[in-house]
Nanobody
């Protein structure tokens, strides 16, 4: 079994910064893509950022230039540095990882429990 624990959310004023972390633990042979999603009340869950196993990153247009995704493979952890936060960024942020277990070739996908980010004055 694999568990993803995301953390680092909180309440900040517009223009502030937060750094989210998501650590994976368990029987992990390899982690492929790691992603961050967010879901605001009454809205669909949207992809925010992706980082591949090779370190290639992709961002939603709404966060380009403000958010940075990174990963530490030795720690099985993905980060999301969020700068210049806006009220529209308010949402529950979820990490997702594609994981291959030892002895298998199929990728399984796991979700973190979510961490609340609130941006308000």
């Amino acid at each position: 079994q694999v568990q993803l624990v995301d953390s680092g959310g909180g309440s900040v004023q517009p223009g502030g910064s937060l750094r989210l972390s998501c650590a994976a633990s368990g029987s992990i042979s390899r982690i492929n893509d790691m992603e961050w999603y967010r879901q605001a009340p009454g809205k669909q869950r949207d992809l925010v950022a992706v980082i591949t196993s090779g370190g290639i990153t992709h961002y939603a247009d709404s966060v380009k230039g403000r958010f940075t995704i990174s990963r530490d493979n030795a720690k099985n952890t993905v980060y999301l540095q969020m700068n210049s936060l806006k009220p529209v960024d308010t949402a529950v942020y979820y990490c997702n990882a594609g994981i291959i277990h030892y002895g298998f070739t199929q990728t399984k996908y796991y979700w973190g429990q979510g961490t609340q980010v609130t941006v308000s004055s």
